[in-house]
Nanobody, 125 residues
Framework: QVQLIESGGGLVQAGGSLRLSCAAS????????MGWFRQAPKKEREFVAA????????YSADSVKGRFTISRDNAKNTVYLQMNSLKPEDTAVYYC??????????????????WGQGTQVTVSS
């Protein structure tokens, strides 16, 4: 079992930046690929970005490409999402998730094995 805890959310003005963190505990000796997702009110959970265990492979949704960057520090069991040039439409609860396949870049939320509780990001116009 892996526990994931997100942090770093908050209220920011449009054009601002935030860095989200996702700290893993529990079976951290195992290797996981990781993803970030978001869910706005009355909308489905949406893929944001994913990263392989090694960090050598990453993928971002078109809506955030060039603005958001996913990275990880395996020594700290932590994954990050650097969010720049934030827009009001980025407002959502952001979740991190872990996938048992350390090599995969997975965009489908139902394929992930573990989820955090989420952190709210609100971007004001």
């Amino acid at each position: 079992q892996v526990q994931l805890i997100e942090s770093g959310g908050g209220l920011v003005q449009a054009g601002g930046s935030l860095r989200l963190s996702c700290a893993a505990s529990g079976r951290t000796g195992s290797r996981y690929s990781m993803g970030w997702f978001r869910q706005a009110p009355k909308k489905e959970r949406e893929f944001v970005a994913a990263i392989s265990w090694s960090g050598g492979s990453t993928y971002s949704a078109d809506s955030v490409k060039g603005r958001f960057t996913i990275s990880r520090d395996n020594a700290k069991n932590t994954v990050y999402l650097q969010m720049n040039s934030l827009k009001p439409e980025d407002t959502a609860v952001y979740y991190c998730a872990a996938h048992d396949n350390p090599y995969i870049i997975e965009r489908r939320p139902h394929e992930y094995d573990y989820w955090g509780q989420g952190t709210q990001v609100t971007v004001s116009s």
